[in-house]
């Protein structure tokens, strides 16, 4: 079983910056798709953005594009998701997810195998 574990969220002004980190245990880091989710109060959990394995692909949902930027490093068994000019309706309760399997689409939360508890995120004046 692979343990996913987010960090880096808080309270930030719009217009701000924040950066989460979601580390995962196993030898096979460069294996795994990662993926940040994301669930507002009251809304179901939405696709932010996703890495792929090794060829570092990046996709991002239509909302985020352009401000926030995932990113990972293999040899720190790390992800990163670097978010830019925050909103208020970014507020949300952020998912870090592994892709062990291989299967799925990158969007779908059911195509992920592991997932960490949660970091929270606030956007508020």
């Known amino acids: 079983q692979v343990q996913v574990e987010e960090s880096g969220g808080g309270l930030v002004q719009p217009g701000g910056s924040l950066k989460l980190s979601c580390t995962a245990s196993g030898r096979a880091f460069s294996r795994y798709r990662m993926g940040w989710f994301r669930q507002a109060p009251e809304k179901e959990r939405e696709f932010v953005a996703a890495?792929?394995?090794?060829?570092?692909?990046?996709y991002y949902a239509h909302s985020v594009k352009g401000r926030f930027t995932i990113s990972r490093d293999n040899d720190k068994n790390t992800a990163y998701l670097q978010m830019n000019n925050l909103k208020s309706e970014d507020t949300a309760v952020y998912y870090c997810a592994a892709d062990v399997s291989g299967f799925g689409h990158y969007s779908t939360p059911g195509a992920y195998d592991s997932w960490g508890q949660g970091t929270q995120v606030t956007v508020s004046s």
């Open positions: 890495i792929s394995r090794t060829i570092r692909t990046t």
